[in-house]
């Protein structure tokens, strides 16, 4: 049994080093420019203190800081390597489709650029959409909750963490409808079943949006929201590739073909 899976264990042993070490390439590059990164992403909070700031006394001398001797450093190191994910993504979904390409026929293997370049953008869209719309709603939520109260002193460390968890788990969620793509393509989904589906969909949903986002309501809708049009979306998707076929047409075809020989034996 183990000389049948040690092909495929070498396989992937080759994929997952080619991704490792493509990670490591710009996971170097990126710590180079970690700082211009780093200012990318705190610019969202520091909008939401300043519009907090104009809200109350005590947020206005709300801040960013850290608490630990080697802060700022442990942060550049988890800047370059969200950039590096970021930077290395269309090789690590290469390496992932040439993985599962032998078990595929000839003109399945030739959809590895629409899964790429599809993968690639639908996850770089997520992202976009948590830091340009989830992002300043949920910043501005959760630091003015309290802020009349108490002044917001905001950890880097937590931060850098909180932030990336919310940009990888918009960037997954908007994979939804490049997997409902290539499941219909390999015909293991059909339209009528993502509908028939729909309602236990919901759920799953509500349940990744929590486990993905801030212990926040407004966070969470902001994330389910999304991902049920894309569920739609990707209904209309497998409908176009992979429609269930009508078993009227092919029930009224039987019972012309049983008339005919009805006819035939009757004469």
């Known amino acids: 049994m183990f000389d049948e899976i040690r092909p495929h264990l ?6 997952l080093a080619i991704s490792a070490g493509s990670l490591i390439v710009m996971f170097f590059v990126m710590f180079y420019f970690h700082e211009p990164i780093l200012n990318w992403m705190v610019e969202p909070l520091n909008t939401a203190l300043i519009e907090v700031g104009k809200k109350s006394v005590h947020a206005a001398d709300g801040m960013i800081t850290t608490s630990q001797v080697g802060g700022a450093f442990f942060v550049a190191l988890k800047v370059a390597f ?3 994910i970021m930077g290395a993504l269309p090789v690590i979904l290469s390496q992932i489709w040439m993985f ?12 590895i650029i629409p899964f790429v370049v599809g993968g690639t953008v639908m996850f770089t869209s997520g992202v976009l959409f948590a830091y340009y719309v989830v992002t300043p709603f949920g910043f501005d939520f959760l630091i003015s ?9 905001i950890n880097i460390e937590d931060y850098v ?14 994979q939804l409808p490049v997997f409902a793509y290539f ?3 390999l015909g293991l ?10 309602k236990y969909a919901l759920v799953i949903i509500f349940v990744v949006a929590a486990l993905l986002t801030p212990p926040d309501v407004l966070t969470q809708l902001l994330m389910a929201g999304p991902l049920i049009i894309l569920y739609g979306v ?21 019972e012309g073909d049983t008339q005919a020989i009805q006819i035939e034996e009757s004469k």
């Open 10 to 15: 070498v396989e992937l042993r080759k994929r």
């Open 82 to 84: 969200f950039a590096a």
């Open 100 to 111: 599962i390409a032998p078990g595929l026929y000839a003109n399945e293997k030739k959809m």
């Open 145 to 153: 909750f309290g802020s009349f109260k108490f002044t917001p002193l």
């Open 161 to 174: 963490g909180f932030f990336t968890k919310i940009m990888f788990g918009f960037g997954l969620a908007f």
């Open 183 to 185: 499941l219909a393509l």
């Open 189 to 198: 989904v059909n339209d009528k079943q993502m509908i028939a589906f729909f």
């Open 234 to 254: 990707s209904i209309l998707i497998v409908k176009m590739v992979n429609p269930e076929e009508e078993e009227d047409e092919d029930e009224e075809l039987d």
